[in-house]
């Protein structure tokens, strides 16, 4: 069964660098997710998409910003990159309100 | 927020013995849904279970079983014969049907460490 798919797994950056994290659903999911992952800790939620539209809004910094596109990809692009940034980034895809399957993460490391 | 408090920060035991994970949640909905998801070493979050808050009937799904007790708040995981490969993080989390494409609240994980 085809996954959520994320690009790139891992991405190296420096401080006050850019980078655009990009996630590619499962196939007729109509909801996208992103969480941020520090070492050791839990997943937090960051921002969701339903059909294009933003839908909720989590602990997502003013630095960071998202999309979903008409094919249902959606990208998370981050700004002024701090060392605190460095975390595992997930994209997940459900249909609504059901269960949330998660890609295999971006891990960005910020220098 | 309404928080999910995993108490067990860390448990180890010996293949084979039987093992329960606590999950504890808040909520002042009538209307949610809590999960487990598995973390592995390799990183990667692998959807466990989901149940909604209206059905409470317990769940197994092989060596795998959900004690889920609205009176409690609880929503307990049991691992039967445990095995090496069931050594992981595991997260509890609850979503709010709000109607809206709500974010999981995840509980702190419990990192379950299965010894040979």
């Known amino acids: 069964a085809a996954g959520v798919i994320q690009s790139p797994r891992h991405l190296i950056k420096e401080k006050r660098e850019t980078a655009t994290l990009k996630c590619y659903p499962i196939?007729?999911?109509?909801?996208v997710y992103w969480y941020q992952q520090g070492p050791g800790q839990d997943p937090q939620f960051l921002i969701s998409?339903?059909?294009?539209?933003?839908?909720d809004k989590g602990s997502i910094p003013d630095r960071f910003s998202a999309q979903q596109f008409s094919d249902y990809h959606s990208e998370l692009n981050m700004s002024s990159l701090e060392l605190g940034d460095s975390a595992l980034y997930f994209c997940?895809?459900?249909?609504?309100?059901?269960?949330?399957?998660f890609g295999p993460g971006t891990r960005l490391t910020v220098l | 927020a309404q928080k999910v408090t995993q108490a067990q920060t860390e448990i180890s035991v010996v293949e084979k013995e039987d093992v329960t994970l606590d999950c504890v949640y808040e909520?002042?909905?009538?209307?949610?849904?809590l999960f487990w998801y598995k973390q592995p070493p390799s990183g990667e979050l692998v959807f466990l279970i989901r149940?909604?808050?209206?059905?409470?009937q317990n769940e197994i799904s092989g060596r795998y079983s959900w004690n889920f007790q609205k009176s409690t708040s609880s929503f307990n995981f049991t691992i039967t014969a445990s095995q090496v490969v069931d050594s992981a993080v595991y997260f509890c989390?609850?979503?709010?049907?709000?109607?809206?494409?709500?974010?999981?609240?995840f509980g702190k994980g419990t990192h379950l460490i299965i010894q040979p």
């Open positions: 998409f339903y059909e294009k539209m933003q839908s």
């Open positions: 909520t002042r909905d009538t209307t949610y849904y």
């Open positions: 149940r909604n808050s209206f059905d409470e």
């Open positions: 997940a895809s459900s249909l609504l309100n059901n269960e949330q399957f």
């Open positions: 989390a609850r979503l709010y049907s709000g109607g809206g494409a709500d974010g999981l609240t």
């Open positions: 196939p007729r999911h109509d909801t």
